[in-house]
């Protein structure tokens, strides 16, 4: 076997060979024992054994983890759906309505509106306002019939020009004049059912 080396390394490769006393291949000495699997050993590539390191993550990590799977984003979905939609399906409660974009929802069971003597202007923008509902109205002569009327109550009297908010021991919580405006009158009976 004939190597071609460099230029520059045959005069290295002359001295070499003159070295080296020349030896028949059945007069060569013998290789000392272990040296064969002591140069495999020290030349051969090393073979890396690749252990996966597992890092313990911390409950914020784990909680944060389980937030960013899509389960959880459909499962919040699903809950806000369910939470929009079961009011909707089922409905207002019996003793309440909604009428109108109104500040106030009240039933005819809870409290009664009468009015004591005419005011068509007033009555009507009251009656109309979409806050009440029809059955809650009453009208009496006068304020002494009043008492006739059973539960918590407004009372509206033109007689009188004032508006009066009475619990249904009898007890009056309120009062205010009726507002000059006819549509001012709605929301000023609004607040008087409020503080019942």
């Known amino acids: ?25 059945e007069k060569a000495p013998a290789m000392p024992t272990g040296l064969a699997d002591e140069l495999m050993a020290r030349f051969a590539p090393k073979t890396v054994v690749v252990t996966p ?12 983890a389980f937030f960013a799977t899509p389960a959880f984003g459909i499962a919040a979905a699903a809950v806000v759906v369910l939470g929009v939609a079961a009011p909707m399906i089922s409905g207002p409660a019996p003793q309440e309505s909604f009428r109108g974009a109104g500040s ?13 003597g005419t005011n068509r202007a007033v009555q ?8 009440f509902e029809a059955s809650a109205f009453r009208s ?4 002494t019939a009043v008492q006739d009327v059973s539960g918590a109550k407004v ?3 033109f007689n009188g020009g004032k508006i009066f908010a ?24 609004a607040d008087a059912v409020s503080r019942l």
């Open 1 to 25: 076997m004939h190597l071609e080396l460099p230029e520059h390394l045959h005069s290295t490769r002359d001295l070499l060979q003159r070295s080296l006393p020349a030896y028949a291949l």
């Open 53 to 64: 390191v597992v890092e313990k993550s911390s409950l914020i990590e784990k909680v944060r």
């Open 104 to 116: 106030a929802v009240y039933s005819s069971g809870e409290v009664s509106i009468v009015f004591v």
């Open 124 to 131: 009507s923008a009251v009656e109309n306002s979409g806050n």
């Open 140 to 143: 009496a002569t006068d304020f």
């Open 155 to 157: 009372v509206i009297d």
């Open 166 to 189: 009475i619990q249904a021991d009898g007890t009056q919580v309120h009062s205010v004049r009726i507002p000059g405006e006819a549509d001012k009158a709605a929301a000023a009976v």
